[in-house]
């Protein structure tokens, strides 16, 4: 057999090292001398890594999408004013005008002015992936860590044969009815909280996409895709989850609900004030109403 840390990717092994001097102590120094529990361990780490990467771009995001608003409302007005000057363009060269045509044009020209405006704004629906790009890379680097601290290979980055060795104390340091983080959760609790924060996420950005919108127009494409995607994702991790070690599936939860928390809190009006975040935001109350009733 072959020694894990002999296939496993840098990144990977030096969050575990730093999992691991957390859980000793080593890393907190005086503050916590005997070091933490594992459960302790992996939901503070995830919660101070998801509040110092994500915050802050949650913030730009969020105004983006006030810019966005400003910026589709005068493109708006511009479409009359683009319309006329067409219609007006057509009859000079003295060509036939068809209705189709022109609106076609009219959408080309509308749709490039728009691309140029909002680059030039810094707020093209593109920057959105920012979130996704830098969140995945530390979601999965963490995953793989939790995971081979469990005890369990991952086949994506280790290779046949590879002996995974559990850390010391992820048998006993777990929590509530999970004691044991290697093991897989018998009683399908875990999965069950797993999906339902997952689905208050998507819930939640969905709600937060539509209101967004002043119209009650169709949503183009790319949001109709994330937003299925958004639903089916809740599932789908559910699903995979029913065969991991308690621990990972505890650091996925952790991760989701922070993740939740942040949308809540940044819809509180006074949160929102103090971030420069303007425009109405819904209270939590109807939050969490329109999340249980869907």
Known sequence: MVDVSDSTPMMVEVTKMLLESVHTGTALGTLTPNGLPWWCVIAGTTTVARVLLTTPISIYLHRMSVKQQSLNSLLKTWQTTLQTS?????????????????????????AKKQSRLMMMHGCHPLFGLLL????????????????HLAGRSVWLIDGPGVF???????????????????????????????????????????????????????????????????????????????????????????????????????????????????????????????????
């Open 132 to 147: 996704p790009i830098v969140q995945f890379p530390v979601w999965m680097c963490m995953s793989f860590a939790v995971r």
């Open 164 to 294: 995974v060795m559990a850390a010391q104390g992820m048998a006993e340091e777990g929590l509530l009815w999970f004691a044991n983080l290697t093991a897989v959760d018998p009683t399908y609790g875990l999965t069950a909280v797993l999906w339902t924060v997952c689905m208050s996420n998507s819930v939640l950005s969905h709600w937060n996409m539509r209101r967004t919108r002043h119209d009650n127009a169709t949503l183009p494409l790319l949001p109709r895709i994330m937003q299925t995607v958004m639903y089916v994702y809740p599932f789908f991790l559910a699903g995979i989850s029913i065969a991991q070690p308690s621990g990972l599936v505890f650091y996925w939860i952790v991760s989701a609900l922070v993740a939740l928390v942040q949308k809540l809190v940044f819809n509180i009006k006074a949160v929102r004030r103090v971030l420069g975040l303007p425009g109405p935001a819904p209270t939590n109350s109807q939050i969490i109403d329109r999340i249980f009733r869907t």
């Open 86 to 110: 067409m219609v007006a363009e057509t009859r000079m060269k003295g060509k036939e005008l068809d209705e189709d045509v022109l609106n076609k044009e009219l959408k080309k020209r509308l």
